[in-house]
């Protein structure tokens, strides 16, 4: 099980926070820029779903595993302003939940937890550098 971790990064000159917590039934990740939970997105997938790391992911481009195609995104939480946004979080929610399972693989955790994730982020910032540096300060922290 996750214990508490987090950091505060400076992504794009915006202070970021991210928080991972660990719960017996499922993991809870916070993202934000502006001390807020933001957006609560609810990321499952069924526990005989295959994972691929992003190492042995050949398509990967980015170094990030594929998020699977099982990978069900349910809202908690508030909600975006616009079309693009809701796709964004869902994109990081997606991302996020998958970085976590693939860790939590690695480590033989055979319990696949849910994820839930809180998005909180400035709309001015570049969204692919900031995108790619949570990605990278996630996993530093799991």
């Known amino acids: 099980m996750l214990s508490i971790h987090s950091t505060s990064v400076e992504l794009e000159g915006v202070p970021t926070e991210i928080m991972v917590q660990g719960f017996a039934d499922r993991i809870l990740v916070l993202v934000t820029q502006l001390g807020k939970v933001g957006n609560l997105i609810q990321a499952s997938i069924p526990s005989t779903t ?17 998020p699977p195609a099982a ?21 990081y929610a997606a991302q996020i939940a998958t970085i976590i399972w693939v860790e939590e693989a690695k480590k033989m ?3 696949r937890r849910s994820v839930v994730v809180g998005i909180a982020l400035h ?15 996630l996993y530093r922290l799991v």
Do not use: Y
């Open 50 to 66: 295959p994972l691929l790391s992003a190492d042995l992911d050949e398509d990967s481009t980015n170094g990030l595993p594929a």
């Open 71 to 91: 990978i069900q995104l349910t809202p908690l939480l508030g909600g975006a302003s616009s079309e693009h946004l809701q796709t964004l979080h869902s994109l």
């Open 109 to 111: 955790v055979v319990n």
């Open 123 to 137: 709309r001015d910032a570049d969204e692919r550098n900031t995108f790619h540096g949570v990605m990278n300060h």
